[in-house]
């Protein structure tokens, strides 16, 4: 029996476990039928490819999506997700018993207080930054907690040099949103690399993500998030976009940068 084979017969399913079956086997392979995580998603698995590593460490895990993903990709490791949210912790900790998936701790931990020197060989931390001011000092703590040689993967939104595809007027709710939550520095791909180099890092790869592909098929997701019909009918196209902005090599105007990078 192959890894997406199911455990029953299409044929002997009924219509609502045929169902059931189809959407468990999809989100397998896509853990988020969000779009925007599920282009952080496609990029991440692309890197982990080319990953060897023993303990790892989501900086600021949130309700866990890529941690999970990341554990699952790498039994033999261990993965430890940390996050200010105690909420966001407690659903993490019930879906690992949910799950069973047994290579995850998580814990409630502010990162601008992280001391863990030395402690971890690669540390991931996506679309949190732009979260948390004064977060050069954040970090630097990540630094301090890599061993040497360690990695670090670093994807976050870089909405100043941001140019929509559609009117912005039409991710109203989005700016709002984002005006409130994303009160941490944001760093075009030169300023970041600057700014890790001069910590200690060196740089692997940089890049802008969310080009114009990208920002097609995020922006399609979110103009459709309350008309489901619409948005269900788009996802091929959508999903099929967020797989083409790997494949470019976006500059200027993108909505995001990923790096990747070394102690």
Same mark, same amino acid.
């Given at each position: 029996m192959g ?8 044929a ?7 169902l059931s ?10 853990p ?9 998603l496609?990029?991440? %698995?692309?890197f982990l490819? !080319? ?10 895990c949130?309700?866990g ?8 990709q790498?039994?033999?490791a ?6 200010i949210s105690?909420s966001?912790?407690n ?6 018993i949910?799950r !069973?998936?047994?290579?995850v701790?998580f814990?409630?931990?502010d990162l601008?207080?992280?001391?863990e020197?030395?402690?971890y060989d690669?540390?991931?931390s996506?679309?949190?930054?732009e ?7 954040v970090?630097?703590?990540i630094?301090d ?7 670090f993967y670093l994807a ?5 040099g941001? %140019?929509?595809?559609?009117?912005r ?7 709002s949103?984002a !005006?409130?939550?994303h009160?941490g520095?944001?760093y ?5 690399a600057?700014t890790?180099?001069g910590?200690g890092?060196?740089?692997?790869d940089?890049?802008y993500?969310?080009g114009?592909?990208g920002?097609?098929?995020w ?7 309350n008309?489901?019909?619409i948005q ?5 196209f ?8 790997t494949l ?5 105007g ?7 990078t070394?102690?």
């Open positions: 890894p997406f084979s199911p455990a029953i017969s299409f002997d399913a009924s219509h609502e476990e045929m079956l189809i959407k468990k086997r999809f989100y397998e392979f896509i988020s039928a969000h779009a925007g995580a599920y282009i952080r496609l990029y991440l %698995r692309f490819k !080319k990953l060897s590593f023993r303990k790892g460490l989501d900086a600021g949130g309700p999506l890529y941690t999970f993903f990341v554990a699952e790498f039994p033999e261990h993965v430890t997700g940390y996050d105690l966001d912790i659903i993490c900790n019930q879906n690992k949910r !069973k998936i047994d290579n701790t814990k409630p931990v601008s207080k992280l001391s020197p030395e402690n690669f540390i991931f996506i679309d949190v930054m979260h948390i001011r004064g977060n050069l000092l970090f630097k703590n630094y907690a890599l061993k040497p040689g360690g990695i976050m939104p870089y909405e100043p941001h %140019r929509y595809l559609l009117p007027k039409y991710f109203s709710n989005y700016l949103w !005006k409130r939550e009160v520095e944001q075009s791909l030169h300023a970041i600057d890790l180099n910590l890092f060196s740089l692997i940089a890049r993500t969310f114009f592909w920002k097609l098929s922006e399609l997701d979110m103009l459709t998030e008309y489901r019909t269900r009918a788009l996802k091929p959508i999903f099929a976009g967020g797989y083409l902005d470019w090599r976006n500059g200027p993108s909505f995001a940068i990923r790096v990747i070394r102690k």
